[in-house]
C-alpha cells in the first residue's frame, strides 16, 4: 500500500501510470496529464533532432544522385568529377567545422563518405575501367574507413558495415561463384554472417569502454541485417532448395546462440523480438510446407481443409510467440531489477 501511495503522489514511468489506471488510482480523464508528466521531454527533443537531420542529409544525398542521373547526358567529364570533388571537399570543411563530436558534423562527414561511391560510379561511367563492381566498392570501402573511425558515429559505421558487406557479397558472385569453386548458397551464407562478426567486435569495443557504440539501434540493426538474409536462405531450403541446407543450419545455430546471448549475457529485449519474429515466421513456414506435403489437393474441399489447417497453425505459433516474449520480458525486467 505504501508503495501504490508513492507512486501516486510521483509516478517516475510510464508503466508506473499504467499501473495507476489499472488499479482506479488515476482516472481515464488524468491518464495523458499523468504520462505527459512523466515524459522524458530531452529525450524525445534529441530523438527529433537526429530524425530530422537523419531526413535532412538523406534528402541532400538523395538530390545529389539524383541530380546526375538526370543531368547525366548533359555535363561533361570536367564538371562531373568537378562538382563530386568539390562536394566531398565542402563536405571536410564543414564537418571539421561543425565540430565531429556533434551530430551535424558526422553528418556531413557521412555525406562525404556517400559522394565517395558516387564519386567511383562516375569514373567507372566515364572512363569504362573494365573494373569489376567488388573492386569499386572494395575500394570505397577503404577510402572512407578512416573517416568512419574519425567520425566515432554509429550512423558513420552502419554506412561503412554495409558498403563493406555489398563489396564481400559481389566479389563472392563475381569471384568465387562464377568460377564454380562454391554456389550462390554459400556466398549467401558466408555474407550473412558478416554482421555478426561485426556485432561481436562492437560489444567487445562496448565492453572495453567506447561508450560512442551504444545505441541499442545500432545492435539491432545489425542483428537485423544477418537474420533477414539467413531467414530467406532458411525458407528456401524449406520450399525445395536443397542447396540451401547450409544457410538453414546457419539461421537456426545463429538463432539458438544470439537468444543464449542476449537472454544470459547481455539482456536485450528488442534483440530477442527480432529473433523470435523471424524464428516464428520459420515456424509457419514450415509448417505450411508440411500440411501442403502431407495432402493431395486435387478438389476444392481439400484445399480450403488445407487452409483451414495452416491458418490454425499460424494462430497458434502466433499466440505462443506472445506467450514467450510476455514470459521472456518479465524475466529480463525481474533480473533488471534484482541487479
Known amino acids: ?90 563536405s571536410f570543411v564543414i564537418a571539421f567545422f561543425l565540430g565531429l563530436e556533434r551530430p551535424a558534423g558526422q553528418a556531413v562527414l557521412i555525406a562525404a563518405s556517400v559522394l565517395t561511391g558516387v564519386l567511383f560510379a562516375v569514373i567507372g561511367q566515364v572512363y569504362q575501367t573494365g573494373a569489376d563492381a567488388w573492386q569499386l566498392f572494395a575500394a570505397w570501402t577503404v577510402l572512407i574507413l578512416p573517416w568512419a573511425l574519425a567520425s566515432r558515429s554509429n550512423a558513420h559505421w552502419l554506412l561503412w558495415i554495409i ?81 540451401a541446407l547450409i544457410g538453414c543450419v546457419a539461421f537456426v545455430l545463429t538463432s539458438a546462440a544470439l537468444a543464449l546471448v542476449y537472454i544470459k549475457v547481455l539482456p536485450e529485449f528488442s534483440v530477442l523480438v527480432i529473433i523470435v519474429g523471424f524464428a516464428s515466421l520459420f515456424c509457419m513456414a514450415t509448417g505450411g510446407r508440411l500440411i501442403f506435403k502431407a495432402f493431395d489437393f486435387d478438389d476444392a474441399g481439400t484445399v480450403v481443409f488445407g487452409l483451414f489447417l495452416l491458418g490454425a497453425w499460424c494462430v497458434f505459433v502466433s499466440t505462443a510467440v506472445v506467450r514467450l516474449l510476455r514470459y521472456l520480458n518479465k524475466r529480463l525486467a525481474a533480473g533488471a531489477d534484482h541487479e
Request: hydrophobic share 55%; aromatic share 12%.
Open 1 to 90: 500500500m505504501a508503495k501504490m501511495t508513492a507512486e501516486h503522489d510521483n509516478p517516475t514511468s510510464f508503466s508506473d501510470v499504467a499501473a495507476l489506471r489499472r488499479s482506479g488510482a488515476v482516472s481515464a480523464k488524468e491518464f495523458l496529464g499523468r504520462l505527459q508528466d512523466v515524459r522524458d521531454a530531452p529525450y524525445w527533443h534529441r530523438w527529433a533532432m537526429y530524425a530530422l537531420l537523419v531526413l535532412g542529409a538523406t534528402h541532400l544525398l538523395a538530390g545529389v544522385v539524383f541530380f546526375f542521373a538526370y543531368n547525366w547526358a548533359d555535363l561533361a567529364p570536367f564538371s562531373k568529377f568537378g562538382i563530386l570533388q568539390g562536394g566531398i571537399l565542402l
Open 163 to 243: 558498403v563493406c558487406i555489398t563489396a564481400a557479397g559481389l566479389y563472392g558472385v563475381q569471384v568465387p561463384v562464377a568460377l564454380g569453386r562454391v554456389d550462390e548458397y554459400q556466398v549467401g551464407t558466408a555474407v550473412a554472417l558478416l554482421p555478426l562478426a561485426f556485432l561481436a567486435v562492437r560489444e567487445l569495443a562496448l565492453h572495453q569502454g567506447l561508450k560512442w557504440l551504444e545505441g541499442s539501434w545500432f545492435r539491432r540493426s545489425l542483428v537485423l541485417m544477418s537474420m533477414a538474409p539467413l531467414f530467406l536462405l532458411a525458407v528456401q531450403y524449406v520450399f525445395g532448395a536443397d542447396s
